[in-house]
């Protein structure tokens, strides 16, 4: 079967939901047995996302194939369940990138080299290869940005040329504000916008409205009506509890039969055994009588973004462990020049803790101070990345009485680099792309915390790192009860550590990209699994 196309917009403002509407459509039409695949394009022209401040950007995602991407694919592998690879990404900085290198082989043969068609041609190249290549019979493709952006134009003028000759359905996600003063749900802004998409030669099939409360008839008519659509084709996405029950709401609006009858897909039943499946599992984190506070300690905490798949692991984990979930959010920053008792006020109401990843020296005292206390205090702990980095110079400081440990990220000229930059990353000098990315692979410890959180010896999970804890101390460490429970499978790179005595792990991965609502990540399930144990303790 040939591919057919979702294309899905966003207008008015960034932020808006578009990932997680292409996450939940991509869910609801894999719930069919259709093969979907998704795709992102990205108008920025950095190449990828990989030297983003997570300030601009918010987390940076990462694939096994090494791919550094836009945080709207841990959406979609979390509501697909399926990994995917760089053929669903898309980004200005690679068509240009490839464009001038096409036009410096003298592939255009002189000709002047244009927008229209070059580069929308390039763009309609590779959306029906990246098909091709994965035998998708819907390939759903998400626009990054607004409507009316310079930087996403000629990708929506590739959609349109796309829709020429292809089978499409044109999705827009507005929004839809409500004026406390007025009481009433304005609808003028979406109006304009879907003006403006019209004059890009673009008719929504459909139109998905962002809204604080359900949408009102009256709304829903006036944007149809201004839209040239039926009032069915207005859909209702007002903010709810989660974002795992999305599909289901999209479903009692029947877009999703709508949407099949709009693409004359091939009818397929619904497969029940699945949906009741997902349903059960959102379901389980409204009805828990449990509940469990987790802290996450880290440096980015003005946009919690950066954070989004440790925050989404923690919440399938809690699906899992039918439990209510608490997060509180913790600025590093803000424990530094703190006191014992005033740092046991800011984290005693805690039953587990997280030290996340991130990069650079700011704010890493206090976090060096929040894992003292949770290490001192038993509460459970997983340090991911940088948090394990920095877990390691907490315990070689405080227990091994290496006073001056630090890591040469932080200070190059330390005197007991604990942690420092790996041999291989040594001469490398360019930023983008040469960290160590994707999967690799580790061999774990008979016997530990982290053997029994995933239950086999042999694992893989995601990394994006440069620096490493230094073979150089391994041995006071372990001497000094560190436990070195992963390795790399040659045992040159240190992978997980823990704390004897209490659950505390500290993994160089980063497990929480892999953790799907399906399939929970492993160390997030066994961290959740103590901090329930340790707020019974507390709490008898």
């Known amino acids: ?13 960034s932020g808006i ?24 394009f990205d108008g920025y022209l950095n190449y990828d996302c990989g030297t983003m401040n997570p300030y601009r950007h918010g987390e940076v995602f990462v694939l096994d194939d090494k791919s550094e991407v836009d945080m709207d694919f841990g959406n979609y592998e979390r509501f697909l369940n399926k990994d995917l690879d760089t053929n669903s990404s898309i980004t200005g900085g690679k068509l240009f ?35 091709a290549k994965k035998n998708a019979e819907i ?35 507005s929004f839809v504000p409500e004026l406390e003063s007025v009481g009433e749900q304005k609808t003028k802004p979406t109006q304009i916008a879907i003006k403006g998409l019209m004059q890009s030669g673009i008719q929504p099939h459909f139109i998905v409205c962002r809204s604080s409360k359900p949408l009102t008839i ?76 987790i802290a996450i300690v880290g440096k980015y905490m003005n946009l919690h973004d950066s954070y989004a798949s440790v925050k989404e692991a923690l919440v399938h984990s809690a699906m899992e462990h039918g439990t209510k979930l608490s997060i509180n959010w913790v600025e590093s920053e803000k424990l530094e020049g703190k006191s014992p008792a005033e740092i046991e006020k800011l984290l005693s109401g805690n039953s587990g803790m997280i030290v996340p990843g991130g990069f650079g020296k700011r704010g890493t005292e206090g976090m060096i101070k929040a894992i003292e ?24 400081r405080n227990v091994c009485g290496i006073k001056d440990a630090s890591s040469s990220e932080f200070d190059p000229e330390c005197k007991d680099p604990v942690i420092s930059i790996m041999e291989t990353q040594k001469s490398i000098d360019r930023k983008g792309g040469t960290m160590r990315l994707g999967a690799w692979e580790a061999v774990l410890k ?49 992978e997980l550590i823990e704390w004897p005595g209490s659950f505390g792990i500290g993994t160089q991965a980063h ?23 340790f707020g019974k303790a507390a709490n008898p």
């Open 1 to 13: 079967m040939q591919a057919k196309y979702i294309v899905i917009f966003g207008s008015l403002l």
């Open 17 to 40: 939901g578009k990932g997680i509407v292409s996450a939940s459509i991509s869910k609801i039409l894999d719930m069919y047995g259709y093969n979907v695949m998704p795709l992102k």
């Open 97 to 131: 990138s490839e464009i001038i290198a096409k036009e410096r082989r003298g592939d255009y043969l002189g000709r002047d080299v244009q927008m229209v068609p070059n580069l929308t041609d390039l763009i309609l190249e590779k959306v029906k290869d990246a098909a």
């Open 139 to 173: 390939m759903i493709i998400e626009v990054g940005g607004t409507v009316g952006d310079i930087e996403n134009s000629y990708f929506i003028e590739a959609m349109r040329q796309l829709a020429l000759n292809e089978s499409v359905v044109f999705v827009d996600v």
């Open 218 to 293: 009256q709304a829903k008519s006036k944007i149809a009506l201004f839209s040239n659509l039926p009032p069915e084709r207005i859909i209702d996405d007002h903010d709810i509890d989660t974002i795992y029950e999305v599909p289901a709401e999209l479903m009692k609006q029947n877009l999703d039969k709508m949407i099949i009858e709009q693409l004359r897909l091939p009818k397929r039943e619904l497969r029940k055994e699945e949906l009741d499946r997902w349903t059960s599992r959102v379901n389980s984190l409204g009805s828990a009588q449990k509940a469990v506070s």
């Open 373 to 396: 206390y949770a290490r001192s205090k038993k509460m459970p702990y997983l340090g991911i990345c940088y948090g394990m980095q920095l877990m390691a110079i907490e315990y070689a």
């Open 446 to 494: 008979e016997g530990t915390a982290a053997y029994s959180a995933y239950g086999q010896k042999n694992i893989s999970e995601r990394h994006r790192h440069r620096y490493e804890l230094n073979n150089n101390y391994r041995e006071v460490l372990e001497k000094n009860g560190l436990i070195i429970s992963g390795t790399t499978p040659d045992n040159e790179l240190v």
């Open 511 to 533: 497990p929480e990209l892999k953790s799907r609502p399906e399939h929970p990540a492993p160390l997030f399930l066994a961290l959740l699994k103590s901090a329930l144990d």
